[in-house]
């Protein structure tokens, strides 16, 4: 179910739109079995990684909620309109402030940009699982040939 799209108008206030999605958009929530929400951002939010955290995993424990962000590197440091954001980190530290933010809503996190996907959680699981398949096929092919070469 798509509720809502929340835009900071200019700013990364990520408490404010949090507060709204979970406060007020989600007041029903008794009647959903399950609710997400989708972050699309370019760059670290206005407050502090440890504050959203703490918000976060508290709110998440209310009720069958998931915070997912998707984080796309921009080139620019610099709106498009030349204000600088109230709280500036290079692309690495704004990955893992949200890795950790994603973490407390047992989420996952996805960083992609102009160059292609830099992580994604989904893609980790599924390259996971095909090395999990592929060692039991090897498995299976080792014990298939000494049982062939017993008999």
Same mark, same amino acid.
């Given at each position: 179910?798509?509720?809502?799209?929340?835009?900071?108008?200019?700013?990364?206030?990520?408490?404010?739109?949090?507060?709204?999605?979970?406060?007020?958009?989600?007041?029903?929530?008794?009647?959903?079995?399950?609710?997400?929400?989708?972050i699309?951002?370019?760059g670290?939010?206005?407050? @502090?990684?440890?504050?959203?955290?703490?918000?976060?995993?508290?709110?998440?424990?209310?009720?069958?909620?998931?915070?997912?962000?998707?984080?796309?590197?921009?080139?620019?440091?610099?709106?498009?309109?030349?204000?600088?954001?109230?709280?500036?980190?290079?692309?690495? @530290?704004?990955?893992?402030?949200?890795?950790?933010i994603?973490?407390?809503?047992?989420?996952?996190?996805?960083?992609?940009?102009?160059?292609?996907?830099?992580?994604?959680?989904?893609?980790?699981?599924?390259?996971?699982?095909?090395?999990?398949?592929?060692?039991?096929?090897?498995?299976?092919?080792?014990?298939? @040939?000494?049982?062939?070469?017993?008999?």
């Open positions: 179910r798509w509720v809502l799209n929340l835009q900071c108008k200019g700013s990364r206030n990520f408490m404010s739109a949090l507060r709204r999605a979970v406060e007020v958009d989600f007041k029903d929530k008794d009647k959903h079995k399950s609710q997400g929400l989708y699309l951002t370019t670290i939010p206005d407050q @502090e990684t440890h504050t959203l955290t703490g918000y976060v995993a508290e709110a998440c424990r209310g009720f069958d909620l998931q915070l997912h962000v998707c984080l796309f590197s921009v080139t620019e440091d610099i709106s498009s309109n030349g204000i600088m954001p109230a709280r500036y980190a290079n692309p690495t @530290e704004t990955a893992s402030a949200f890795k950790e994603v973490q407390a809503a047992n989420g996952r996190f996805h960083w992609f940009g102009e160059a292609g996907i830099f992580e994604s959680d989904d893609i980790t699981i599924i390259v996971s699982e095909m090395e999990k398949a592929k060692n039991y096929s090897q498995k299976c092919a080792l014990l298939v @040939e000494s049982l062939k070469q017993r008999s």
